[in-house]
């Protein structure tokens, strides 16, 4: 079993950067692929990056490449999403989840936090 906790979200102007974490609890983390997710209002929810078990692959989605940079930290159980040069398109809803595999698909991922707001003003 893993918990998440997604914390760090909030209100910033375009142009601006936020840094989002997800605490995780559990023994499984360690063994566990991470990623990250996004819901728009009235939007299917959307692969936004992830990264295996060691930190050492990460992917991202095209939209996100180069303005996001996902880590972990497996002694504070703890993964982030650096997020940069903030754009009005990136305001929605994320998600951390904990998967089998490192993939695109949500249902890859048996495990999801709550959801923490972003939202980028113009």
């Known amino acids: 079993q893993v918990q998440l906790v997604e914390s760090g979200g909030g209100l910033v102007q375009a142009g601006g950067s936020l840094r989002l974490s997800c605490a995780a609890s559990?023994?499984?983390?360690?063994?566990?692929?991470m990623g990250w997710f996004r819901q728009a209002p009235g939007k299917e929810r959307e692969f936004v990056s992830t990264?295996?078990?060691?930190?050492?692959?990460?992917y991202y989605a095209d939209s996100v490449k180069g303005r996001f940079t996902i880590s972990r930290d497996s002694a504070r159980n703890t993964v982030y999403l650096q997020m940069d040069s903030l754009k009005p398109e990136d305001t929605a809803v994320y998600y951390c989840?904990?998967?089998?595999?490192?993939?695109?698909?949500?249902?890859?991922?048996?495990?999801w936090g709550q959801g923490t707001q972003v939202t980028v003003s113009s």
């Open positions: 990264i295996g078990r060691f930190g050492l692959d990460t």
């Open positions: 989840a904990a998967g089998r595999m490192m993939s695109r698909l949500p249902h890859d991922y048996d495990y």
């Open positions: 559990g023994r499984a983390f360690s063994l566990s692929p």
